[in-house]
């Protein structure tokens, strides 16, 4: 009966977050200009309202009377009284501040980013700083306030986990980038092939077709910073734009990714935990498993070249177009653009600044200096702009610190994942032939379906049988940079 | 102190308000089908979360103590103590039925108009007649049903007024249209001219562009049933592409005019009564003023039908395209494509349908065959479908009985707007001109910035000098029909 209860009232919970979620999307994708202030005091009151439902008294009587009665009810419980727990150590004002100060800082970064203006960002995110110190001040003061931060997007890994990725990534790979830049081979994107934007998108939507995009419970637009966002019966996807069609590609495959884990819940589990997906580290495994293991591979190219050019007009050979989206380019400060190599570049730099700023070893006026070091060292060169350098990622102006380690944890995760699927699928046959169902099924099977109902290690582990390792990643980017650059 | 506190309640209230607006807007809008189940339940939540806070017995007491300083807060206080008595009544467990069963309703609806198959729409009818007869119980058990609905849609004229309005439109419009269709004269529509959609749209957004639509808070989509909707911030609207390029244009600049009222509601008042409008009656005087005294007269032609050329490789003189746009035809089953003569047709008759149903004189399977009786009584003939017919609005899939009389008496105050508008400003010329601003100034000063401040027959005696009299629209329409079809 307490269980019951306790499903009715985080089912209201998440209803509420939901209906903020297409309040986001539609702030990023649909709405004027205009509609800032109103939005962010909609925004505001939802994140209230939805943090007041859990946090009220009702919400731990009800917990601690659950007597969940199998497997599935203990792992609601655990994920419920977790979510409870950090919750109602944050004052609401505080939530709703957070909430209203995110939903104003988004047009003053796009602005910013705009005018290449970093000081008309830089009291916006001061703001963000603070407000985010101070909620790792409550939501866990036992741990380095940073440490705090990165819980809210990875649960149960745990910091450490995340150093010790990051340092072997640091260790093995950017090695790896000096040997490939340093080779004789380089190869030449696509950017020469001069596409219009229609024909891109038409290009990205038969790539969705062929993945086997579910339209009915999904829809593609456009957005600045693509992203992918909503649930199991309606999971989006956004893309963009550039001179390089392979760059939307990739990043459509990516979000693509992202939203077949959404679509990969159970529907019946809609608006409990075990109908939510495992956090960040591993929904990133599944857009990154999708772009790289699959997108970025030669067996794509053979079966989806002939379609790539039917679309744009184009006339590449498979081969070229492996190799195109493969080219590691010694001076991309973008982020999403980057190749699978020197991504991890851009993430380490990253995560030492954010870890900086939050942690009061730098304020927020020293981050271009400090971010445009860090580039030097990890990428070898210096943005021309901050455009392109601490103002490009929408992250923190969403007021989300600690988030940016998770996408190499899912990357690693991604290539663990991929190695365990080898063993029991011939995935490049399949994948030549167009057939992505037998790599979907697999991951649904061992992954979505599960939702929340593992704490991510043991997901995991029953996933891969081992636990989150880099060498996978790296064994997997030495043999393949290693026979396309002679390294 | 207490006066704040109940605000801080009000604009919360106001926020779950506007952001179920935004869910709406999508679902008719950008929602892929799938996505139905999940937000159905997200918009149960938040009906059933803002129901809560309205009827929590803290929002009593604030009203209670609340003590008004002035007559803006006294008009707050009024309009929220309205609210909270009618919300009060309803038991929560009906409010969230009502909109869980509405929101499935739409896809249902939709299927059934599209295979023209009321049946499949039957059992999805009967529940929301059901369901609305009992919230009628419940929420003013003193009245009929079908008055304490209309009451949820135009709280303070009255049904009485409705039935002395629709009275007088039966007995001097039913005749006037006999006369007008009757006589020699007739006039062709432009549906002859072949403009695809694309072109259909670049034509109607000059017409928006023209009238002073603000891009920076609004934008137009395309909706199989146009409507508007947002706030002051962000007030959108939507259209649809048929055969005859005039009817896309009446159809935007009617729901230009909704939007506007609403762009005119005070920023700084935005999710208290005063930033909100005076409900239905008053919104569709705005929509119908611009639709049909500006869009549907000679002056506005002389200035438009050059653009409209232009956009659409068109060649058609004002004249033509003004008695295009006035052009009564003889068999027309489709209420939103209607002339404004025998619009008032169609809401007789679905008036008296929907308050025979609500009051449980007729039956859900008996509706087809009443809609198509009066139908062939007030319009001359029977539609050929049911699709044209009982199917044809979306009104009762939303679940809404009683809202229809409030488009006649809309109509009929645009007509007392319009009169009084001219003897202050010479609109004839100003439209001419492409000169808008006056009369949206006249609007804002007169009607728009004054949000619920006033009620309704309050706010028609300030800004008309009259009460809410069908007089106004019968001497127009005479005066105008009378010259176009020499009756």
Redesign the interface.
Known sequence: MSYDKLVERV??IS??G???G??RW?QEV??????????S??????S??SHE?LTEDETEKLLDEAEPSDESEEAVVREVRRGYKRADRVPNELVEEISTATSEAHPVWTRAKENDDFEEFAPTLERLVELRREYADYVNPDVPRYEALFEEYEPYLGLDTAERVLGTLREELVPLVDDVLGSEVSYESLEGIDVDEDTQERMVRDALDALGY??????LDVAPHPFSS?????A?VTTRFGDDPLDALTSTVHEFGHATYTLGLP?DE??TPLGESRDLTVHESQSRLWENHVGRTLPFWEFFAEKFNEATGADVTPQRAYEAANSVEEHNPIRVEADELTYHSHILLRFEVERALIEGEIEVDEVPQVWNEKHEKYLGFRPDTDAEGALQDIHWSHGSFGYFPTYSLGSVLAAQLDAKVRDEIALDEKTREGEFDPLRDWLRENVHQHGKRYKTDELIERATGDELRASYFVDYAEEKYGELYGV
């Open positions: 089912k209201k209803n509420i939901n209906a903020a297409v309040l539609d649909m709405m004027p200009e205009g509609g800032t202030p109103a939005r005091q909609q925004l505001a009151t939802l209230s309202v439902l579910d339209w009915e419970r999904g829809r909503g649930t199991q019966f309606d989006r529907d809609y608006g």
